[in-house]
């Protein structure tokens, strides 16, 4: 089956970092770019950035560089997505999403997604 | 940075009728690389129409994409009621990719 899986719910501190993981099964891990998308409690998505897991090769939103880092395991077909210094503007559920290699930079294939709230 | 507006923000509407929402791009999105997305509650998007016109996988031919340039549409020509549900389109001309603020079809 199709499918990627993400890790669970995170409780965060103001100033804290989170790491989120992306179990990617039944295609090939390397063959797809691995995207990573947010949302706000009741608002849209935002996009943060990708990662090429054959390359490593990352290109993110410049709104989110230097925060955010972007990171895989092709050992286990994992991505990650870690976000530093973490405010509570930042309360949202991250999805990963993929996509197809090439200028086809539409997402295919979602997560269900990992709420992370950021609170004192 | 391409920014997407969507209209209405909400449509009201009822099972079996049709659906006609719109999302218009603040400058011209080429080579046709526009995608719309369902999110129902509690669920992750799922992409319904990629190159403006193209369903994705399994997606019934209900939902058709049309559009050019900066104004696009996406059509459910009869609503079923697990269509009722916010949609987004997205732009993949160029980083950042936007998406637009959703437009919520909900039932009358």
């Known amino acids: 089956q199709v499918q990627v899986v993400q890790s669970g719910a995170e409780v965060k501190s103001p100033g804290a970092s989170v790491k989120v993981s992306c179990k990617a099964s039944g295609y090939t891990f390397t063959g797809f770019y691995m995207h990573w998308v947010r949302q706000a409690p009741g608002q849209g998505l935002e996009w943060m950035g990708w990662?090429?897991?054959?390359?490593?090769?990352?290109s993110y939103a410049q709104k989110f560089q230097g925060w955010v880092t972007m990171t895989r395991d092709t050992s286990i077909s994992t991505a990650y997505m870690e976000l530093s210094r973490l405010t509570s503007d930042d309360t949202a559920v991250y999805y990963c999403?993929?996509?197809?290699?090439?200028?086809?930079?539409?997402?295919?294939?979602w997560g269900r997604g990992t709420l992370v709230t950021v609170s004192s | 940075e391409i920014v997407l507006t969507q209209s209405p923000g909400t449509l009201s509407l009822s099972p079996g009728e049709r659906a006609t929402l719109s999302c218009r791009a603040s400058?011209?999105?080429?080579?046709?690389?526009l995608a719309w997305y369902q999110q129902r509650p509690g669920q992750a998007p799922r992409l319904l129409i990629y190159g403006v016109f193209t369903r994705a996988a399994g997606i019934p031919d209900r939902f058709s994409g049309s559009g050019s340039g900066t104004d696009f549409t996406l059509t459910i020509s009869r609503l079923e009621p697990e269509d009722f549900a916010v949609y987004y389109c997205q732009q993949y001309d160029a980083s950042p990719f936007t998406f637009g603020p959703g437009t919520k079809v909900d039932i009358k």
């Open positions: 999403a993929r996509s197809q290699l090439g200028k086809v930079w539409y997402f295919d294939l």
């Open positions: 990662i090429n897991p054959y390359s490593g090769g990352t």
């Open positions: 400058q011209s999105v080429f080579s046709s690389f």
